[in-house]
């Protein structure tokens, strides 16, 4: 048979353990994760700005389109129910004075909003088609290109 031998040790009673790496990797950990953590900010540390001057005066609302009629008889008409204003009549001139003072007033007031001037038009089916030519003309002359043709309602 075989005998177990023993071995005897000198340092069997000195057992240390060294861990100071150990250290070293907790605080790498606690340094990690530190640093990769989202902070959620508190609500009295959430910045506020006002406004100011400028941006107030850019929260303007659009300026709508100007809307203009041709009647039956060819007078150009501004704006709707009690707010017509009847422009020019005189079918025979193709100067339309006041109709151009209206279109310059309308796009100078678009043009300091910041705005595009546009124009609604609505024609009458039997207006001179001359009369509809002149009218463009005059949008032409005032330098407004946004134009758009509505078909009149009859009630």
């Known amino acids: 048979m075989s005998r177990h031998k023993t071995i005897i040790l000198e340092n069997e009673g000195d057992t240390t353990l060294d ?17 990769t953590s989202t902070i ?40 709707h129910g009690e707010t017509e204003q009847v422009l020019d009549t005189d ?3 193709r100067d339309l004075p006041l109709l151009l003072s209206q279109l310059d007033l309308y796009k100078s007031a678009a043009q300091s909003s910041g705005d595009k001037p546009s124009v609604m038009l609505e024609v009458n089916e039997n207006v001179r088609q001359q009369r509809i030519i002149d009218v463009l003309n ?7 290109s946004s134009v758009a043709f509505n078909e009149l309602i009859r009630l």
């Open 19 to 35: 861990i100071s790496s150990l250290i070293d990797v907790c605080f790498l950990l606690l340094i990690y994760f530190i640093v």
């Open 40 to 79: 959620t900010p508190r609500e009295r540390d959430l910045g506020m700005e006002l406004p100011d001057k400028d941006r107030r005066e850019k929260i303007q609302p659009p300026i709508p389109p100007m809307v203009l009629r041709i009647d039956e008889k060819g007078a150009v008409i501004h704006g």
């Open 91 to 93: 079918t025979q001139s």
């Open 138 to 144: 005059a949008f032409a002359a005032a330098g407004i």
